[in-house]
């Protein structure tokens, strides 16, 4: 279904919008909420533009791009913020992960 890379989510600091792919629509309300939140926050914090993209093994990734030359955007803070994040939120980024697997790529669920 999906060979390239898939994007769950994303924060832009400079349109200040949020965007949720509609194909994770399913997903619970509490979940979506706390996605919003985490990236809006980083955004907040670092400046930029933060994407939560799934690649093509189904691994999800952050991925951060910022304007050229913009004297906002600190990328030693982004950098930090990744590493909090992925240990602060690990359990629901791994769940997420694994939902994408099995309901997207049809793996099968590991215990």
């Avoid at 994407?51 to 906002?72: A, H, I, K, Q």
């Amino acid at each position: 279904m999906y060979e390239e890379k898939v994007v769950l989510c994303g924060a832009n600091s400079y349109e200040e919008k949020y965007y949720l792919n509609p194909d994770f629509d399913a997903l619970p309300d509490s979940i979506k909420d706390e996605l919003k939140i985490m990236c809006v926050l980083y955004v907040n914090d670092v400046g930029g533009i933060l994407t939560l993209v799934y690649d093509e093994d189904g691994d999800l990734n952050f991925e951060v791009t910022s304007e050229e030359f913009d004297p906002m955007f600190d990328e030693i803070g982004s950098r930090l913020k990744i590493k909090q994040l992925q240990r602060d939120k690990e359990e629901l980024l791994t769940a997420l992960q694994m939902y994408y697997q099995v309901f997207f790529l049809g793996g099968e669920l590991c215990y």
